[in-house]
């Protein structure tokens, strides 16, 4: 069983940056997918970001740019390095990880809230 917390959620000015961290237990973070989703008040979910084993990162063209994806094999952590966010990109954000595209097991943080707000 794969245990995903996030943390860094809060609130930010427009322009400013944030980083999030989802700490991974029961397996190891470069072993899988890992991936950041958004879900912002009345909107479905969204992939924000993804980096497969490590090594490629995929990102929604909204956040090309501003946002870096990466993990840590010594802290068996994986990040999400947000800058000059904006007010769209208020939501709450998810940490994800699966073994495959095609895996019938997902595993889902519990979330964390970012408000960017003047």
């Known amino acids: 069983q794969v245990h995903l917390v996030e943390s860094g959620g809060g609130l930010v000015q427009p322009g400013g940056s944030l980083r999030l961290s989802c700490a991974v237990s029961?397996?190891?973070?470069?072993?899988?997918?890992m991936a950041w989703y958004r879900q912002a008040p009345g909107k479905s979910r969204e992939l924000v970001a993804d980096i497969i084993n490590g090594g490629h990162a995929n990102y929604r063209d909204a956040v090309k740019g501003r946002f870096t994806i990466s993990t840590d094999n010594a802290t068996n952590t994986v990040f999400l390095h947000m800058n000059k966010l904006q007010p769209e990109d208020t939501a709450v954000y998810l940490c994800n990880a699966k073994r495959s595209y095609f895996s019938a097991n997902n595993y889902w943080g519990q979330g964390t809230l970012i408000t960017v707000s003047s």
């Open positions: 029961g397996s190891r973070v470069n072993d899988h997918i």
